[in-house]
């Protein structure tokens, strides 16, 4: 059974900081590029960043230099670390397993919204 848990989102005031966490099952984790993606309301889920099972990463272009993208191998574990937060990344957050068009998995998404 394929499993994506989301954590750490929460409310969190402009210029702060957040660290979501997605716990994913062993089989995908060590073959899938894994990722986070993020749906603010009336919008299209966006891409924010992503890492394959070697450690590349890639990052829309709004969110490099304040968003970093990791993954801890011994703890089945993708981490976003979110700096310098802005109200226009209040969105829900959803982390990504992707191998193939046919074994593409999503979590259940967090929220994160930032605001004074």
């Known amino acids: 059974q394929v499993q994506l848990v989301e954590s750490g989102g929460g409310l969190v005031q402009p210029g702060g900081s957040l660290r979501l966490s997605c716990a994913a099952s062993e089989f995908i984790f060590t073959t899938y590029r894994m990722g986070w993606y993020r749906q603010a309301p009336g919008k299209q889920r966006e891409l924010v960043a992503t890492?394959?099972?070697?450690?590349?990463?890639n990052y829309a272009g709004s969110e490099k230099g304040r968003f970093t993208i990791s993954r801890d191998n011994a703890k089945n574990t993708v981490y976003l670390q979110m700096n310098s937060l802005k109200p226009e990344d209040t969105a829900v957050y959803y982390c990504?397993?992707?191998?193939?068009?046919?074994?593409?998995?999503w979590g259940q998404g967090t929220q994160v919204t930032v605001s004074s």
């Open positions: 990504n397993a992707y191998h193939s068009i046919l074994t593409n998995y």
């Open positions: 890492i394959t099972s070697g450690g590349s990463t």
